[in-house]
């Protein structure tokens, strides 16, 4: 790669897009003009709509067994300006249709209660739907409250005891965190968040003009014609949609956080010393280097991972299309960001996204220490470079760049749609999503109505059936796309050893992920429970077919057929066994159960990519998941047992020699099925 001919791409670039002003002023300028519009003015019409709310008058209509006790209780209210009280001939029906805002019922005689030194029983009923209702509810328990304590002197006076006598601890809470931490943690709740949404916008338009804007005005072909190589144009481009979108996050950066310290300020000048917020924040160079460190790679990263979604897209408007579910990709970590107690773990700083948005958020409270923002870095640019690695390997494919891939025709004639050998990428993961849409709507409630036979219905009728439907509807040759060819004795041998010897390592590699992402004991005790429901012999068979047959048929009949099939079509072999692997650890929805499954996944589909047979991968997961049942059921000879870790014990840890015997066996296990696959490749040859 020609570094000249970067820069060269990346100047003719820029001045692109230094020329299309009106664009540049929607996606720099405007947005950077608008925060303090918009917050501002949003902030004084709210504040504007609280006071009207809070000198608004409550409606409340007060309710007794007889007339001498509601006009007792209407004294009550007297003293509050803030309370109208009204006579309804049907209060229900009024509290529900917005006419009053709250109903209070006195449920015994009030004379009578209070002379005999009873406790009166008030109810105080309102609409926890409506605002008005619960700012109701609050005025009427300050009232009552002041009732209570009243009526508790007097009668302590009646009988001479001191107040202070049932009184005989005095407590309150002191809030001891300064007010520049106070204000760091109001910023580190909306600041982050808004700066990856902004980076990610930043990135997605520059990517979409460079790549699906040039398709649509036919200038792509013109510049693959030119002596600069794929890679330097995709490099070029790259170095294009990063500075943009760096330049971007930094221009509403600035804006964001001014438009905050003024509002700050206002508040502040407002409340005075009462508000409890400083314009400040603890170490704010140290913040902002942080923040500024860890932009580069966030912004290499998310224009990385836009420029691959946008050179799918044939024109502008298809691409706009994509945003909305990248968008959602986005927001799903900076949600679980603003989660109370969200902190940045030795585990979490390796999350994509989620680690640079904690980063920021404890760097705004002091929590932030260089080996925090070390790894984060790190991390960031490793998943960066990760990323721009596929954006180029995207490029270099000309039925991408150049949008020639045929697509699959939406109908629903099955004449509509030729005859082919295999699925396609895109329909692998159509199926993927089906299926995943089924289980979470469908399986998950019909499972919690009936475990046993939901399970067996979500795999036979949710799995299989859909897939093996598709696949026949699209005229796909079924035998072909699930890779139904028969394997070698030798092949079956490596594939026996290497799923025992997968089981026994990523049992050990379990107890070192639950130090880290333990699983909670709630899920422990459902497992249990679930496996002691089955005690006779008919239920254990039928809890096999469940969980081990089933599993084993159907899920490989998705995973390592379809799935593992469509993406060998275009991906490279690790490229399609990982992503294969991986989507295997989603589809079983749990993130305690993600590494391990996915370790799991990716034995059993290495197995399967080798010797091309899919009832290998049967024979693997059958035997994974009935050796996991018999260990949970206490079917295992006791010989075997002592060898394999207890992972419900407190101090568990894994047995250094069963580790090297796994992985012992894991080799050998590859071994013998590379051996019996060369030679049964030679013999086909010869």
Not at 315 to 337: C, D, G, H, R, W
Not at 395 to 422: G, K, N
Not at 453 to 482: C, H, M, N, Q, Y
Request: with cysteine; proline share 6%.
């Amino acid at each position: 790669m020609r570094p000249s001919m970067v820069l060269t791409i990346l100047r003719k670039e820029l001045l692109d897009t230094r020329r299309d002003r009106r664009t540049l002023f929607m996606m720099v300028v405007l947005p950077v003009m608008l925060y303090p519009a918009m917050l501002l003015v949003g902030v004084q019409l709210l504040m504007v709509h609280q006071e009207r709310v809070e000198r608004t008058l409550s409606k409340v209509h007060v309710a007794a067994l007889n007339d001498v006790d509601r006009e007792i209780a209407k004294g009550w209210f007297v003293d509050a300006v803030d309370i109208g009280l009204t006579d309804s001939p049907d209060p229900w029906a009024d509290l529900a249709a917005r006419n009053i805002q709250a109903v209070v019922v006195l449920r015994a005689p009030l004379l009578d209660t209070l002379d005999a030194w009873g406790t009166l029983p008030v109810d105080v009923l309102y609409d926890a739907t409506e605002h008005e209702s619960r700012l109701a509810l609050d005025r009427v328990e300050d009232v009552l409250d002041d009732v209570f304590l009243k009526t508790q002197r007097e009668r302590l006076e009646r009988e001479g005891v001191n107040p202070e006598y049932i009184n005989p601890v005095e407590w309150k809470a002191v809030d001891t965190a300064p007010d520049e931490k106070t204000t760091g943690t109001i910023l580190g709740t909306m600041l982050p968040g808004l700066l990856v949404m902004v980076i990610a916008l930043g990135a997605f338009y520059p990517a979409v003009d460079l790549t699906a804007g040039e398709k649509e005005r036919g200038t792509f072909e013109t510049l693959l014609s030119t002596p600069a190589s794929k890679l330097e144009i995709v490099t070029g481009k790259f170095l294009t949609v990063f500075l943009l979108a760096l330049l971007t996050a930094l221009l509403n950066l600035a804006s964001m956080g001014g438009t905050v310290w003024v509002l700050l300020a206002q508040v502040q000048g407002s409340l005075g010393g009462d508000a409890g917020i400083s314009l400040t924040i603890q170490n704010p160079l140290w913040v902002i280097g942080i923040v500024i460190l860890n932009l580069v790679p966030l912004a290499l990263l998310l224009s990385a991972v836009m420029m691959s979604v946008a050179v799918f897209a044939g024109s502008f408007k298809e691409a706009q299309n994509y945003l909305t579910p990248v968008l959602l990709l986005m927001i799903m970590p900076v949600m679980l960001t603003v989660t109370p107690g969200a902190e940045l773990s030795a585990a979490l700083r390796f999350v994509p996204v989620v680690n640079a948005v904690l980063l920021f958020k404890d760097g705004m409270v002091g929590r932030a220490g260089w080996e925090d923002v070390f790894a984060v870095f790190i991390s960031t640019a490793a998943y960066a470079l990760l990323a721009l690695n596929v954006a180029a390997w995207l490029f270099q494919r000309e039925e991408v760049v150049l949008s020639e891939e045929p697509a699959i025709p939406l109908s629903w004639r099955r004449s509509d749609y030729e005859p082919r050998e295999t699925p396609s990428p895109a329909l692998a993961m159509s199926l993927f999503g089906l299926v995943m849409l089924l289980l979470f709507y469908v399986a998950t409630y019909a499972q919690m109505r009936a475990p046993l036979p939901g399970l067996i219905l979500t795999e036979w009728g949710l799995i299989l059936a859909p897939v093996v439907g598709v696949l026949w509807f699209v005229r796909a040759d079924l035998r072909k796309s699930l890779q139904l060819r028969g394997f070698r004795p030798a092949q079956g041998l490596g594939a026996l050893v290497l799923a025992v010897s997968t089981l026994a390592l990523v049992m050990g590699f379990s107890i070192l992920h639950d130090q880290f992402l333990p699983v909670p004991e709630s899920m422990k005790e459902g497992l249990k429970n679930f496996l002691g429901d089955t005690g006779s012999p008919g239920g254990k068979l039928l809890l096999f077919f469940a969980m081990a047959v089933s599993p084993a048929v159907c899920e490989e009949v998705l995973f390592r057929g379809a799935i593992l099939t469509g993406l060998s079509q275009k991906l490279r072999p690790l490229a399609a066994v990982t992503l294969t692997a991986v989507l295997f650890g989603v589809f079983h929805l749990s993130i305690y159960r993600f590494a391990p499954t996915a370790l799991i996944g990716m034995s059993i589909t290495y197995a399967v990519f080798r010797t091309r047979s899919l009832w290998i991968g049967m024979l693997m997961h059958f035997l994974n998941n009935g050796l996991a049942i018999a260990l949970g059921l206490g079917m295992l000879p006791e010989m075997l047992r002592g060898w394999l870790p207890d992972l419900d014990a407190a101090e568990a840890a894994p047995s250094p020699a069963l580790l090297a015997a796994a992985a012992f066996g894991v080799l050998l296990g590859a071994l013998l099925i590379e051996w019996s696959t060369r030679r049964k490749n030679r013999s086909n040859a010869a």
